[in-house]
DNA sequence: GATTAAACGAGACGGTACGTCCAGTCTTCAG
DNA sequence: CTGAAGACTGGACGTACCGTCTCGTTTAATC
């Protein structure tokens, strides 16, 4: 009842599977040999496409390469290890595709590198970060309503903790994202500041 | 004795007083037009400078990028407020130009934008990051010998927190960083962390 | 007996309304905007069609330009002055548009630019320019009837020399057709010549 | 003494082997295959040189062009046959490369097809073809010194002739310059112009 | 009237060339 | 040898246009 009466715009449709064909190449471009092979000639050959489709649907490189790492970086899993720890230790190597070398790759590559002159901030973060924000939200909250932690204080710092060592660490000492790496800032970091609210007024 | 007898290099000395001139112009480019303007030509033509000039200098555009940002952004403060709280807060605010204006606008724009390809990593880091962590961490040991505080469990995770933090949430939300933000990440983050190896043990 | 019984095609007939409207508008458009305006998109559009009907009429663009500009200007003019002189000077300022400013304006560029790759040779010629060519044959012819003239030795010289000269000197000297060239090539070239062979087996 | 004392411009100079370069790049190419492979890159490529060299010093392909065919076509000739005709004919047959194949070849494909959107007018004409033209002209004053042909009337027109034939025939009708033509042009048009006068007066 | 088959407006598509920009290097002349 | 100036190679970017294709719609001629 919505929408069921707009006459559809006049001349050819766009293509749908050419969007998700040109995302793929450049994400293949990205894996297999970096940021510096990722140009727009190469993505449109790969994709089988001229370089026109590319700016007819993306005003820029920067802006098909944020759509590129967002949409394919996974949102939906389900993730239910029974303990706060578990699940977020099990989201997180998720989201940086521990165990998944192609888009490992490509994740490696972007927290370096991609943000060339990229407003990355306004593409990326409404469409993916806030849903993965809001998956990790969901996962404390039942935490919450399990009696396992108490509510935090300040709910919006957790979830951007891991996010933000890895970017930073990576940004500023090469440090790769690795299953050791989210162990050590899920148990030093956020389970210890989850815990403390629930621990200190119990004496 | 060593250096005294050592015949002058032949030829004209280099012009010390350029090296400060290039990365005021590298400055000055970026505080006022964003990254977009900070190419080799303009910055040696503000600096009256060849580009010849800059590449002796400096390997590449990268290099001597981090070298302006780094020398523009001060590490020696003497910061002595009586408590680590008080310490953290007044230094990161020094670290990030709060209370001057050229200085903020440049370190924002390098926080989203500046690192292009940039190797940042290994340019930056070794020079100014690590003094800066430095200082950080000797501020949190002063606060253990002073018994404010119990040795941390996990020193270094503590001493990134805040720049990761500030990173993270510019370059996915377009936070700027300001007074009220750093207070809430020393207070939110890095104290109960400290704190808490203090407390759990007592009862 | 041929035409009048085989059955039209099926399916809906060309507009043939359609046919004029596309030149006409590919005409405006070099009139007043010179020959780089005259895309296939702009005349598709300023004369309210799809391109595909461009192409369904003729093979290229190439094709459209020549019938544009051998359709708009006319062949069929009934020229009889009683010289031979008068009938040359009449039909040319008739073909080349003096008198005529939009005409006139588009056969200037054209003459200037309008080749672009175009092959046209084989697309004009055929079409246009021999029949131009059989009309200002048949001046001449007349004129040896009539005895104002002897037969020309070389008559296919003669009958290019007014379109090349005006072609030669648009293209290298910028030099416009006007009233008065049209004049000075028909009296200094195509009489002298063509009188030359009466003249001179007088003696 | 006229500009002994001006002081070079600062900067390094123009490589001025290079224009040669480009411009022989551009010739061979327009030879070998024809004007739709001179292409700003292929022309780059095979001078080893950068687009911003090509783009330093002409301002478009167009421009470019019009130097490489004019600069490449010679004008230093001596011709002296004894004979006007015999003059003539050698010196066009010289100009249009008659017996220079590569040189041919590139002068065909420009006649038909070089002049895209090109302002060739204006660039061409100034720099080499009045030279040609000051060539013939000091043939047929020549002559007329030598009491072979009386003043012509109109001269300008005379010079135009055989090049305007070329053009306009190749444009309209595909027909390539050959030694034959030359002479027909020759024969059956400048010289009996330039007769005409000697001649008509006598009885 | 229903069917059919082509023409129609609109605009997406692949491809190719253009002209611009910038990094990093090289070359000149002056000090 | 340093310095300013600026030319050099190389390569990516974003634009424009050609000729083709694919939609949904309209229009005759036929059934």
Same mark, same amino acid.
């Given at each position: ?142 935490? $919450? $309503? ?39 800032? $899920? ?17």
């Amino acid at each position: 009842m919505s929408e069921p009466l707009a006459s559809p715009p006049p001349g050819r449709p766009r293509d749908a599977a050419l969007d998700a064909n040109i995302l793929r190449a450049a994400m293949e471009l990205l894996g297999e040999s970096g940021i510096h092979a990722v140009t727009m000639d190469a993505v449109a050959q790969r994709a089988g496409a001229g370089k026109a489709s590319l700016y007819r649907r993306w005003k820029s490189k920067d802006e098909l390469l944020a759509d590129a790492l967002t949409l394919h970086s996974p949102i939906d899993v389900e993730v239910d290890t029974g303990t706060l720890r578990g699940d977020l230790v099990k989201i997180y190597e998720h989201y940086y595709g521990i165990g998944n070398h192609v888009m490992q790759a490509a994740v490696q590559e972007m927290l370096g590198n991609v943000r060339q002159h990229m407003a990355w901030t306004e593409k990326v973060a409404p469409e993916r970060l806030t849903a993965r924000r809001a998956k990790v939200r969901a996962l404390v909250e039942r935490a $919450v $309503v399990r009696g396992e932690i108490a509510a935090p204080d300040d709910m919006d710092l957790l979830l951007d903790l891991v996010p933000a060592m890895i970017l930073y660490r990576y940004n500023t000492r090469s440090q790769k994202v690795t299953r050791a790496s989210i162990a050590r800032f $899920v148990d030093g970091l956020v389970m210890p500041l989850a815990q403390k609210a629930a621990r200190a007024p119990q004496p």
